[in-house]
């Protein structure tokens, strides 16, 4: 996945966060202002409390998820399988 004017992602396991440096681990992602996660089972977003599991994430401004598979996008309609992620702006993933 792309960051919002990040450089692409190396290979493939990086993913990068909006102004945050790159991050060093496939386990590891960075949200906007928030400090690093510390595992793979956590990410912290915008404002945000700390997710409990590897399968819950919650967005910027948008409610938290309802199964903990879901993950919702901002200003994006709610996913709807595990499958789908929405990004800003962006087509149904």
């Known amino acids: 996945m792309i960051g919002i004017g990040s450089p692409i992602d ?3 396991r990086e993913m990068l966060g909006i102004g945050s440096p790159i991050v060093k681990t496939h386990r590891e992602m ?3 202002g928030s400090p690093i996660v510390k ?3 956590e990410m912290i ?3 945000s ?3 409990k599991t590897h399968r819950e994430m919650i ?3 948008s409610p938290i998820d309802k199964t903990g598979r879901e993950m919702i996008g901002i200003g994006s309609p ?3 399988t595990q ?3 929405i990004g800003i702006g962006s087509p149904i993933g």
Request: charged share 15%; with cysteine.
């Open 49 to 51: 409390p700390i997710v």
């Open 45 to 47: 977003g915008i404002g």
């Open 10 to 12: 190396k290979t493939g």
């Open 39 to 41: 595992t793979h089972r």
């Open 30 to 32: 960075i949200g906007i």
């Open 59 to 61: 967005c910027i401004g």
């Open 78 to 80: 709610i996913a709807k």
């Open 83 to 85: 499958g789908e992620m």
